[in-house]
């Protein structure tokens, strides 16, 4: 897997966070080291105190191809507009922006993911730019469905 590209965002509850974007993204847990079965069972021969085991949480494209996205705790809360999103497309079609949108189907993606815990912010329909819906995952970072 290329690794000239990782996506890191800050969170609360790195895991969480990590398995709402596995489910947006169509990713699965980065899987342990060679050697381990498990990440606790990775984490335990590393000698980790088990209440830091959720300090960090990656997920990769099962298929190799897209970025690995990086969880990481911190203390501090989300404060301010993000200065970089995501845009995500529909599972199975490539993200772009133009061209005719599938309104229905951004919707109700926007609909399964509020179910998995993300917030519709507001959505655009604008003829010279295109239609998205702008949502926040659990943890209040913005990202558009296109």
Do not use: S
């Amino acid at each position: 897997m290329d690794r000239r590209l990782q996506i890191v965002l800050d969170a609360h509850d790195p895991r969480a966070v990590g398995a709402f974007w596995a489910e947006v993204l169509g990713y699965v847990e980065d899987p342990p080291p060679e050697g381990f079965a498990t990440w606790q069972d990775t984490l335990r021969a590393w000698g980790l105190p088990e209440e830091r085991w959720n300090d960090a949480y990656a997920i990769v494209d099962p298929e190799g191809v897209g970025p690995r996205l990086f969880l990481q705790k911190v203390p501090e809360g989300k404060t301010v507009k993000n200065r970089l999103h995501l845009d995500v497309g529909l599972p199975g079609v490539p993200t772009r922006r133009g061209g005719p949108p599938d309104r229905d189907g951004i919707r109700a993606r926007a609909a399964q993911l509020e179910v998995l815990g993300a917030t519709r912010v507001r959505e655009v329909d604008d003829e010279q730019q295109g239609y998205w819906i702008v949502l926040q995952d659990p943890e209040g970072n913005e990202f558009c469905l296109v």
